[in-house]
C-alpha cells in the first residue's frame, strides 16, 4: 500500500524550537510564541500521521488561528502604544499571514490541503514570524510602564 503523502514532509525543517534568543523581552508574548510553536509541533505530528483525520488537521490548525490573532492584536497594541517606527508593515505582515491560514483552513474544511504544502507554510511562517518580524522590533514589544496597560 501505498502512503497517501511522503513520510517526511520537512526532512531537516522542524518547526523551530523555543530558545532564550527568540525572546523579544515580553514575558506574555514570549508565552505566545511558545505556545505556537508547540500548537505548530502538535499540526506537524498529525501531518506526518497518515490515519490522522481531516477533522483532527482543521482543528489543529484552528487552534493555531485563533492564538494567532489574540497574540498578533496584542503584539500590534504594544507595538502602537511604544511607537514602533515599522507598525504599519508589521500588521500588513500579520494580514498576510491571517489571510494565508484562512485559506489553508478553507482548504483543509474542503478536504483540499496539500500536506506537504502546509507543513511547509506551518514551518516557514512560525520560523519567519519570530525572527523576521518580532526580533527586529524587540526593543518596541519590550514591557514598559505605560506598555503594561494593554492588557
Known amino acids: 500500500m501505498q502512503p497517501k503523502h511522503p513520510p517526511e514532509l520537512n526532512p531537516g525543517r522542524p518547526v523551530p524550537t523555543w530558545s532564550s ?17 508547540e500548537l505548530g509541533r502538535d499540526l506537524m505530528r498529525l501531518l506526518d500521521t497518515e490515519t490522522a483525520t481531516q477533522v483532527q488537521i482543521h482543528a ?9 490573532q489574540l497574540h498578533d492584536a496584542r503584539e500590534e497594541k504594544i507595538l502602537e502604544v511604544n511607537g514602533c517606527p ?12 491571517r489571510a494565508e491560514l484562512a485559506t489553508l483552513l478553507s482548504d ?7 500536506r506537504a504544502a502546509l507543513s511547509r507554510w506551518v514551518v516557514d511562517w512560525m520560523d519567519h514570524h519570530i525572527s523576521e518580524n518580532d526580533l527586529p522590533v524587540k526593543d518596541y514589544l519590550r514591557q514598559t510602564p505605560k506598555a503594561r496597560t494593554t492588557g
Not at 21 to 37: C, M, P, R
Not at 86 to 97: G, P, R, Y
Open 21 to 37: 534568543s527568540l525572546s523579544v523581552g515580553n514575558a506574555k508574548l514570549d508565552e505566545q510564541h511558545i505556545t505556537l510553536l
Open 86 to 97: 515599522t507598525l504599519a508593515e508589521h500588521k500588513a505582515a500579520h494580514q498576510t499571514s
Open 108 to 114: 483543509v474544511s474542503r478536504g483540499a490541503q496539500d
Open 60 to 68: 489543529a490548525l484552528e487552534d493555531i488561528v485563533k492564538q494567532s
